[in-house]
């Protein structure tokens, strides 16, 4: 790891919209991006494929560990990274709802935590990386030179991801997604391992009555002065 390399961390719920400002903050800046989240789909995924057992807890680590991963930026709004898996493109595949069950079954696993840790690290090349989480700023890259915390309220949150499941033609309960969102939040917020929270030297960002232009410009603006 490169502590010379500059990192801009953004932690939030689920959400709270820090993906997509990760991603274009990125190309912005021109920096590496790091979804830390695609990793525990990935790690998901390959424990199916090689048949893991998500219960082999060490198992799952040693798999971890194994992994060669890459995003690829791409120039499609709607997913403006590829990811990579042993050079296979695995985009479609860990966006299942399947995908998305396994990951949270092994992100609160240590041993897990533990293993990617330093593979998360090694995305900080030059120039820069902006990291996208829940834990970046706390325990990957506590020595971060920006560290965000994105939040939004459970009902503009529910709201954002229902009219964006509506625009792919999926058709889901705006009730249920506020309801899926808070257990989300309880989980990530109470879990023992790095559990969701700000870091102390963190800067809050609201976004519940903002779009995404104005949450990028005061990130920029942060960026300029942290970073300059």
Same mark, same amino acid.
């Given at each position: 790891?490169?502590? *010379?390399?500059?990192?801009i961390?953004?932690?939030?719920?689920?959400?709270?919209?820090?993906?997509?400002?990760?991603?274009?903050?990125?190309?912005?800046?021109?920096?590496?991006?790091?979804?830390?989240?695609?990793?525990?789909?990935?790690?998901?995924?390959? *424990?199916?494929?090689?048949?893991?057992?998500?219960?082999?807890?060490?198992?799952? *680590?040693?798999?971890?560990?194994?992994?060669?991963?890459?995003?690829?930026p791409?120039?499609?709004?709607?997913?403006?990274?590829?990811?990579?898996?042993?050079?296979?493109?695995?985009?479609?595949?860990?966006?299942?709802?399947?995908?998305g069950?396994?990951?949270?079954?092994?992100?609160? +696993?240590?041993?897990?935590?533990?293993?990617?840790?330093?593979?998360?690290?090694?995305?900080?090349?030059?120039?820069?990386?902006?990291?996208?989480?829940?834990?970046?700023?706390?325990?990957?890259?506590?020595?971060?030179?920006?560290?965000?915390?994105?939040?939004?309220?459970?009902?503009?949150?529910?709201?954002?991801?229902?009219?964006?499941?509506?625009?792919?033609?999926?058709?889901?309960?705006?009730?249920?997604?506020?309801?899926? +969102?808070?257990?989300?939040?309880?989980?990530?917020?109470?879990?023992?391992?790095?559990?969701?929270?700000?870091?102390?030297?963190?800067?809050?960002?609201?976004?519940?009555?903002?779009?995404?232009?104005?949450?990028?410009?005061?990130?920029?603006?942060?960026?300029?002065?942290? +970073?300059?």
């Open positions: 790891m490169n502590s *010379a390399v500059p990192v961390a953004i932690d939030g719920p689920s959400g709270s919209g820090k993906g997509a400002i990760a991603h274009r903050l990125a190309k912005k800046l021109g920096y590496h991006i790091l979804d830390s989240g695609a990793l525990y789909r990935l790690i998901g995924l390959a *424990a199916r494929r090689q048949e893991v057992a998500f219960a082999d807890e060490a198992g799952l *680590a040693r798999l971890a560990r194994g992994m060669e991963i890459e995003f690829v791409t120039d499609d709004e709607e997913e403006p990274i590829r990811v990579m898996l042993g050079g296979e493109d695995v985009t479609v595949a860990i966006r299942t709802d399947e995908a069950i396994d990951a949270s079954r092994v992100a609160p +696993i240590a041993l897990v935590r533990e293993a990617i840790k330093d593979l998360q690290r090694d995305f900080r090349q030059p120039p820069g990386l902006v990291a996208d989480g829940r834990d970046m700023g706390t325990v990957v890259f506590v020595d971060a030179d920006l560290k965000i915390y994105l939040t939004a309220s459970v009902e503009a949150r529910a709201e954002r991801r229902h009219k964006q499941l509506i625009g792919k033609d999926i058709s889901v309960s705006l009730h249920d997604l506020f309801l899926s +969102i808070q257990e989300r939040d309880e989980r990530d917020m109470n879990r023992p391992v790095a559990p969701l929270k700000p870091a102390e030297d963190a800067v809050i960002i609201d976004s519940t009555s903002l779009d995404i232009d104005e949450v990028l410009n005061q990130v920029l603006a942060l960026v300029a002065e942290r +970073i300059g």
